[in-house]
Structures are given as structure tokens and as C-alpha cells.
């Protein structure tokens, strides 16, 4: 019996994500030396190549949790945060690391539980804005976007994820761009996995720029993907309204994925106060 696509089992079922990879980490004693040296200190997307068992231990934790699908540990594992530590020529390496790690974790668990397992490649923002009309956060063009995204999703799917993952979209011209990207690299390579698309909305229920949930959803229906959601925004009591109008509305499947509510600074680690019975 062949087995499951992500598509089929999200057709089937509430299919369950797995819970955020930082806030684990940030859970181990790593020290400078677990990170590849100083400079490499809080590049959390590194440990793919420096301490991959910690990777391997962290998404192990969620499948026996009962996670059906983790992400890959990439969510800044694109050329331009990379470059914040040197590493922007390694976009390719990582990429392809972290997915193979959780690749190796997810079969495991299948072929112990006879249970499919799925790997989503984590994409994140870039930290660009190009909507904006502050000039230092729009300094790029579309077509570099398209390239950022192109270079990370190539690793992500020669590291063997079952779909993408572009999360925590705060620019719905950026959204345009990654997909612009990551299509791109399906033409050029002849692969083709999901591509699921989750903005990020406010209190106000609007993206960063200002989009509301209507107009982005406007803009994403006419976008090749296959399914479109919201993640990480202010936790699970903010985002009733839009995921009720997504419903409503979207002709494609929808996740959502919520923050444990809004996130503290203590001792200067992002703590999430909202506790596993109401967030559930």
C-alpha cells in the first residue's frame, strides 16, 4: 500500500505540527563550542551541521508526543539572516543538513509505528519589508527575494522534506516573492512537494504593513499553493476571528498554528506564559 501524502492525510484528518524548535534549544546548556565557535553563538540554524544529535532529540521529543509533522529547525536558514554571522554561502549545506536530520527522525518513527510521518521545510521572513516605505528595510528587489527563497527551498527539498513551509509572512509582497521562488526552483529542478503559506496577523487582526486577513487571503487564492494558514501571531484567543473567516472563505485547506501566547522577556529568553490546558 502506497503510503500517505501530506495532502491525503490533511484531507482526512486534523493533522497535528509539532511545537516551536528555539524554545526547546534554548533548553540545553550549548555552549560556543556546540555552536562551531563565538561567532557562531545564537545561530541556532547551525547546530544542523555542529551538534545534529541535539536537532535529532528535539524532534524526537515531538513525534513521541504525538506530532505527525515537525519542522525542519530553518526557520532563518536563508541567505540574508545567514550573512548575519558569515554563513550566507552555506544556505545550501544547512538547508540540506537540518532537513535530513528530521528526515531520519520521521522515518524512524514510521517504520516503528506504521504511522506516516511528515517533515515541513521551515521558511522564514527575511527581516526585509519590500512594502515598506522605510528604505532600509525595502532595499531589495523582487527578484532578489525570488532568489533568497529559491536558494532555501532547493535545499530544503534536496534534504527530503514532504512540503514547504513559508511561515510567519508579515509582507504580503514578500509572500509573492517566496513563492515566485519556490516555484521557480520546481520548474528548474522537476520537483514538486506541497507549499503551504501561513501570514502572521496582529491583535488588530492585520499583517505588520497593515494587511487584513480579506485582502490576504484575496492575494492568496490566486497563488499557487496548496494550503494556506496563520501561525505564531498572539496566541490561540486572537486569531478565532480570521481562522473563522478562513474557513468561511478559503478554498484550499488552512492551518493554524498559535504562539503559546505573547511571548516575555526573562532573563533575556523569549518565555511563552500560556499553559498547555487553555491553549489546548
Known amino acids: 500500500m502506497p503510503r500517505r501524502s501530506y495532502l491525503e492525510a490533511i484531507a482526512d484528518h486534523v493533522v497535528v505540527f509539532d511545537g516551536a524548535n528555539g524554545t526547546q534549544l534554548q533548553k540545553y546548556p550549548l555552549t560556543a563550542e556546540d555552536f562551531g565557535g563565538e561567532q557562531y553563538v545564537g545561530c541556532f540554524d547551525y547546530l544542523a551541521i555542529t551538534r545534529p544529535d541535539v536537532l535529532a532529540e528535539v ?17 532563518r536558514s536563508n541567505r540574508i539572516t545567514l550573512a548575519e554571522y558569515g554563513l550566507q554561502d552555506r544556505v545550501l549545506e544547512i538547508n540540506r ?9 520521521a522515518d524512524r518513527f514510521e517504520r516503528e509505528t506504521g504511522i506516516p510521518r511528515y517533515v515541513a521545510g521551515s521558511i522564514g521572513p527575511t527581516g526585509k519589508l519590500p512594502s515598506s ?77 497593515g494587511t487584513d486577513i480579506a485582502a490576504a487571503l484575496t492575494t492568496l487564492v490566486y497563488l499557487p499553493i496548496d494550503v494556506i494558514g496563520i501561525n505564531c501571531s498572539t496566541g490561540p484567543e486572537h486569531m478565532r476571528e480570521p481562522v473563522r473567516y478562513l474557513v468561511e472563505h478559503s478554498p484550499r485547506p488552512i492551518s493554524v498554528l498559535p504562539n503559546a501566547g505573547l511571548p516575555l522577556n526573562v532573563d533575556g529568553e523569549a518565555v511563552y506564559p500560556l499553559q498547555p490546558d487553555p491553549f489546548a
Open 133 to 209: 516605505t522605510d528604505p532600509e528595510l525595502s532595499n531589495i528587489t523582487f527578484k532578489e527575494l525570488e532568489e533568497v527563497y529559491r536558494e532555501q527551498a532547493q535545499g530544503l527539498v534536496e534534504g527530503g522534506v514532504d512540503l514547504l513551509l513559508v511561515e510567519t509572512s508579515q509582507d504580503i509582497l514578500e509572500v509573492k516573492a517566496a513563492v515566485a521562488g519556490i516555484h521557480r526552483y520546481f520548474q528548474e529542478s522537476g520537483r514538486r512537494v506541497p507549499l503551504q503559506v501561513q501570514v502572521t496577523l496582529d491583535t488588530s487582526g492585520r499583517m505588520l504593513l
Open 97 to 105: 543538513a537540518a532537513a535530513r536530520i528530521a528526515r531520519q527522525v
Open 59 to 75: 524532534h524526537s521529543g515531538y513525534f513521541a508526543a504525538g506530532s505527525e509533522v515537525v519542522e525542519t529547525n530553518t526557520f
